[in-house]
């Protein structure tokens, strides 16, 4: 069982930078593929990064790429979401999640990901 807190999130003025952590419980975190999607509201819940259990493969979404940066501390159990250059269109609930399934690929897909944390709102103002 894993269990994922955030922090992080708040309002922030366009073009600014939030860092979102995910820290997780258990000693099973470094087994895990970790990722961040985020819902805004009236919309399906969209993939947002993802990184590989040693952090070596990461992959973005297009819209976030180069804007982006996910890591992770595997010693601290904890991954971020470095976000900078926010746009009103960032604005969302974010989520973290953890993918236990130990493929050979980093997912993309929110179905394959099996614990997720309560979610951290961000809000971009224009």
């Known amino acids: 069982q894993v269990q994922l807190v955030e922090s992080g999130g708040g309002l922030v003025q366009d073009g600014g930078s939030l860092r979102l952590s995910c820290a997780a419980s258990?000693?099973?975190?470094?087994?895990?593929?970790m990722g961040w999607f985020r819902q805004a509201p009236g919309t399906e819940r969209e993939f947002v990064a993802a990184i590989s259990r040693s952090g070596g493969r990461t992959s973005y979404a297009d819209d976030v790429k180069g804007r982006f940066t996910i890591s992770r501390d595997n010693a601290k159990n904890t991954v971020y979401l470095q976000m900078n250059r926010l746009k009103p269109g960032d604005t969302a609930v974010y989520y973290c999640?953890?993918?236990?399934?130990?493929?050979?690929?980093?997912?993309?897909?929110?179905?394959?990901?099996?614990?997720w944390g309560q979610g951290t709102q961000v809000t971009v103002s224009s």
């Open positions: 258990g000693r099973t975190f470094s087994m895990n593929d």
């Open positions: 999640a953890a993918d236990s399934s130990r493929t050979p690929y980093v997912s993309r897909q929110y179905h394959e990901y099996d614990y």
